[in-house]
Each structure stands twice: as C-alpha cells, then as structure tokens.
C-alpha cells in the first residue's frame, strides 16, 4: 500500500512530533510519503526514517504569495507518488484548498479538533477549510469518542465513517530532548512540590478552577507550588485570581522543547482542570514522564486517563474536588509514584505504534474499496 501523509505543522509542535513518529511506523508496512512543513532540526538529526519519501514544504505566513507554491508542491508530490490513500492531517487553510488537485484519489481526514472551543476563536479562513476539507474526506479519523459524536450530530458525518485512533506514544522525544539538555529552570526545593498546568492558557481549559483551588491545596501541603506554563493573549486576569502569589511559578510565553521537558521532568502531578471537551497531548507527555494526572472528567479524556490507576478524574468547575484529588496524591507518594508507572505502561501497551498503524491500515482499505 502507499500512503501519502500531508501535515501542516513542523517537528516544534507535539502534533508535528505525532505525525512524523506515526510515519516511521507507518513506513515499516507501507511505502510513505510525508509532506510537512519544514524546519531545522529535520536537517541536524535523524528524526525521520530513511524508508519515508518526504517533501518539505517552506513556512509561510497566510497572505504570503509562497501558500500558492506550496499548493503546486503538493499536487506535484502526490502525482508523481501516486497513492492508494491519502491521510490528511493538516490544520493550514492554505492546504486545504490543494485537496481540490487531489480529489480523485481516496482521502482519510484525521481530526485533531472538532470544533472551536470556550475561548477558541475561528478564522474565516478556517471555517472555508473546514468545509473544503469535509467535501473532499471519505472516512475521518477522531481522537476520541467525544469528537467522534461531534462529527457526526454536528456535521452530519455517518458514524460508520468516523474511526476513533488514539495519539500514539510520541512523547518519548521529550524525554530524549531532557537527557540531552539538562536542567535550566528553577527545581523544586526540598520538601517542595510541583503541580504541573501546561499549555495555551485559554478559557477551555479552566486554569480559573485550578488558581482558585490553590488555598486547599496549600492549607494541607504548604511548601507545594503551582507552575503555569504556557502562552496567553491576556494573563492579568489570571493574576488576579490568586490569593498567595507566593505559591505560583509563572512561565508565560511559548515554550520550547526543552523547557517542556523540563517542567514535566521537574513536576509531582500534571494537572488538567478543563471545562469542556478535549483530548490532550499533555497526557502522553506527562505519562512518558512517569506522573501521575488530576483531569477534569470531560470529553474524551476518561478515554485516557484511567481514574485511581494512573491519576484521578474529578467534577469540572469544581475547586475543591480538584484539590482534594491533588492533596491525596501528594501526601501519598508510594500511590503517586505507582500511578506515574502505571501511566508509562499503558502508553506502552495502549498507544503502541505498532497497534495504532494496524488499525489505521484497516482504515486506509476500508477508504480505497469504499471509493473504488
């Protein structure tokens, strides 16, 4: 079978890092081709399999006149590789619009996110991609029942086309990345704990319930400390919000792949206090890194995070369920250590690559004999 992945996002970003460790798995039983943006570590190490076919396509801003060759760089990569199927993974508008070159050759549209959540905004520009996009797909791959239910009440998408895959373990490049780097940031103190939040800080993934529920947590574990990183339009809301300033340490910026790796490393628990739908990269991330998680029981994330094996689900919008689960970890920290390690195993078992290409294969031949 040949299979052309076409991704809009570079190796700095955890979908990038996804898409590229499923092509080397991919590539192990059927020829591969990936077009991805292209970026400088691509050049500096060995990160792609040697059996892929890539085509590196230059970064762009939106209105740069380069959106129109990269549409021309696609077609000529997909017809001179002639696929059985195409897996489309690209969230750039821009590429959307290439799809229409393309159309004669059976599409799989693997979807990162449904929809645009609490403090999510839309582009026009995305909102025409979107529905380029699922004019042209033949079947779609979601992340997770929840957008698998989306898809289809809200788009009309027959559920026998929407497939579920999970995000595969893509995390270890984080803790290759901490091996090489080292420690930078300040570590916890003696004594001290780190819970971890990590990521856009954007209305959705309720940061407000995990500040307000700071007191409790340091009423019963005083030396504990919260660490925000992430980028925010407007952080001064936020800081607004918390009563002991004290017990929070704040990274408000984008983060680099060092950095990541090294809160995580650093962290006693990850924490994921969101408020509405979601799957999350920051599961794996945190489960690589052997810690154990507190989530919001929304979405799809139940899905992912099993409730008293490797972390605890609890009531969303719900400060104090959220720092009871917090404290009972980091007051036990045999259950939380036993937790971290359960969560690297189930990354191992669960989410193993070899599992998530043979599902997808089924996907691909289900798509090329549907349209055939």
Known sequence: ??????????????????????????????ETLLILRDDPILHEQDILDKNIKTVLLPVSRMLDPMNLANIRRIKTAIKNFQPDVIDYRSGYPWDSFGLFFIKKYPIVVTIETAKP???????????????????????????????????????NIPLENIHISPYGNYAEAYTKIYNMSGSTLKQPGKDEDHILYFGRI???????????????????????????????????????????????????????????SELFHSASIVVLPYIEYSESGNIAV???????????????????????????????????????????????????????????????????????????????????????
């Not at 800081?239 to 990541?260: A, H, P, R, V």
């Open 202 to 260: 954007v209305q959705f993934k309720g940061l407000k319930y995990l500040i307000d529920a700071e007191p409790y947590i340091t009423k019963e574990v005083p030396n504990a400390k919260i660490v925000i990183a992430g980028s925010c339009d407007d952080f001064s809301p936020y800081e607004k919000l918390m009563i002991n300033k004290k017990s929070f340490i704040t990274y408000i910026q984008w983060t680099t792949d060092e950095m990541l």
């Open 286 to 372: 945190a489960y690589e890194f052997g810690k154990p998680i507190v989530a919001s029981n929304v979405g799809s994330i139940e899905e992912y995070v099993e409730d008293g094996k490797t972390g605890y689900l609890v009531e969303s919008r719900n400060p104090r369920e959220l720092a009871k689960a917090i404290v009972k970890l980091l007051k036990n920290k045999k259950r939380a250590v036993k937790m971290g390690e359960a969560g690297k195993q189930k990354m191992r078992l669960d989410y193993s690559w070899d599992g998530i290409v043979k599902d997808s294969l089924k996907i691909y031949k289900k798509t090329i004999n549907g349209v055939q």
């Open 1 to 30: 079978m040949r299979v052309a992945i076409i991704s809009g996002l570079r190796w700095d970003s955890s979908i990038g890092k996804h898409t590229i460790y499923y092509a080397n798995a991919l590539s192990k039983e059927a």
């Open 117 to 155: 959540r609490k403090g999510e905004k839309k582009r026009v520009s995305e909102k025409l991609s979107t529905r380029i996009v699922f004019r042209y797909a033949d079947q779609f791959i979601a992340r997770g029942k929840t957008p698998r239910e989306i898809l289809n009440k809200e788009f």
